[in-house]
């Protein structure tokens, strides 16, 4: 025991040297009792840090000791990630500004030891998991609705969000392409290299939501004959409530319960019947746009309303008076030097024709134009036929207003829950008003983006009330 030396070290350097005079074997029983004198300061300096790993009941575990052992807690990054997504959802904001805080603010966490530190796949996917249903306990994620969906970007119809998976896959693909670069010139990082596991980097792509049957159909159908950049502008713009966003998500996605679904899908009930006409299958198409028992109120109010949030545009565009609130109906006509606005006014004509009382007629004096819109809310099934069957409708009103009144003009169909139109909404010979904005219910959007960056202060209406989508 004479020659047995111990160094000390602090902050890696060597500072004294012991010689040990003295000590006890192996199984002494005064081990434990030296071990216990010897760890109790630590453990007193670790519990005074306050680090560690909180329980649900509060309590806070920073170490275990046992024998000769000293086991150490800390929240991991998984936590840490968790934590602050239940802290963006708790927050006041939007559904959009939701995803981005999540995006910037919670999945750092997980960004930075990414690729360094080695995470197995089941947590990662379990941690996305844990996200969806955070976000559905909060109301911002529909259980039924597609995942894939939720982390498509905003331009694509998606929710935004970006997965633990994506952001991993991303930073290993970065830090490999680094190595590499730097292997040639340098024996640790080519080691690293060498090392390296192909199948890490191999978090493979998935299938896209637009191709499933039931989450894409409605994209689909859309796609056929709508501007898509147009019609998921309300993402982008609306500033809905994230609830609000995910109920219309899921309305899209045919992911609603409705009686169709229990009884065609999940088999849980018999009758597939609409509740309240009890004719046709209780579809999302059949509720916003095809039950006769809601046609009287609900898709009259809503037609009014998206009339007239194309009203006030309109109105606004030529500096007229617009109605202060959504529910004020707007005067029969208002005029002023520029031009004559006329909502649901019948035009008289000296002969009968089929339909003369369009929604809005806006007849500009300066270039001597007038356009006729009529809105249409059909389900987005029925889009093309919607908008020709109004475009013959309005044919001889068309003929009649060019000879009477001497202009030129012009038909403008405006359409709903089925997305916009590429160029105009319908056949306009002339497009008088390039900066009214071109609507759709559950969105509003601009004519062109162009515009908008010209006004950014332009009445955009907000679909508050998700009762107007299904309703
Ligand atoms: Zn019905």
């Given at each position: 025991m004479r020659f047995w030396k111990t160094t000390l070290e602090a902050n890696g350097k060597p500072f004294a040297q012991v010689s040990i005079k003295c000590g006890i074997y192996q199984g002494d029983a005064l081990s434990p009792l030296l071990f216990c004198i010897g760890l109790n300061p630590l453990s007193q300096i670790i519990n005074k840090t306050g680090y560690g790993y909180r329980l649900r009941n509060g309590a806070t575990i920073s170490h275990l000791l046992y024998m000769d052992d000293i086991q150490l807690y800390a929240k991991s990054e998984r936590d840490k990630y968790l934590q602050r997504v239940r802290q963006v959802l708790r927050s006041q904001l939007n559904g959009k500004n939701k995803s981005q805080a999540i995006n910037s603010y919670a999945l750092p966490v997980i960004r930075y030891p990414a690729g360094i530190i080695r995470w197995p796949k089941e947590e990662i996917q379990t941690t996305d998991v844990k996200t969806r249903k955070l976000l559905t306990m909060n109301g911002g994620f529909h259980p039924k609705s597609s995942t894939l969906r939720l982390y498509a970007s905003l331009k694509e119809g998606g929710r935004g969000?970006?997965?633990?998976?994506?952001?991993?896959?991303?930073?290993?693909?970065?830090?490999?392409?680094?190595?590499?670069?730097?292997?040639?010139?340098?024996?640790?990082?080519?080691?690293?290299?060498?090392?390296?596991?192909?199948?890490?980097?191999?978090?493979?792509?998935?299938?896209?939501?637009?191709?499933?049957?039931?989450?894409?159909?409605?994209?689909?159908?859309?796609?056929?004959?709508?501007?898509?950049?147009?019609?998921?502008?309300w993402l982008e713009r609306a500033g809905l409530k994230d609830s609000t966003e995910a109920l219309i998500l899921a309305a899209q996605e045919q992911a609603l319960s409705t009686r169709a679904i229990e009884a065609q899908i999940y088999h849980t009930r018999q009758d597939p019947r609409c509740r309240l006409c009890k004719e046709a299958p209780e579809t999302v198409q059949h509720i916003t746009a095809g039950c006769k028992m809601l046609a009287g109120k609900a898709y009259m109010e809503r037609h009014n309303q998206l009339a007239g949030i194309v009203y006030r545009n309109i109105c606004a565009e030529y500096g007229l008076e617009t109605p202060r609130s959504k529910w004020e109906t707007p005067p029969k006509v208002v005029d002023n030097e520029r031009a004559k606005i006329l909502w649901d006014f019948q035009i008289q004509t000296d002969r009968m024709v089929m339909a003369n009382q369009p929604d809005i007629v806006v007849v500009d004096k300066e270039q001597s134009k007038a356009v006729v819109v009529d809105v249409a809310i059909p389900s987005n099934g029925n889009i093309r036929k919607k908008e020709h069957e109004k475009l013959e409708k309005y044919q001889g009103l068309r003929e009649k207003l060019e000879k009477a009144w001497k202009v030129k003009g012009g038909a403008c169909v405006d359409r709903s829950t089925g997305g916009c139109d590429p160029q105009t909404g319908g056949v306009a010979t002339t497009d008088p008003w390039k900066n009214i904005r071109h609507l759709s219910p559950e969105k509003c959007s601009a004519r062109n983006s162009k515009d908008t960056a010209q006004n950014p202060q332009a009445p955009w209406p907000l679909v508050e009330d998700p009762s107007l989508e299904s309703g």
């Open positions: 969000l970006v997965s633990v998976r994506a952001t991993i896959r991303d930073e290993t693909c970065k830090i490999h392409k680094y190595i590499k670069e730097k292997a040639p010139t340098d024996d640790v990082l080519s080691e690293c290299l060498r090392q390296w596991r192909t199948e890490d980097e191999m978090l493979e792509e998935g299938p896209s939501w637009e191709d499933k049957p039931l989450h894409g159909m409605y994209h689909r159908n859309i796609t056929e004959v709508a501007d898509l950049n147009k019609s998921y502008q």
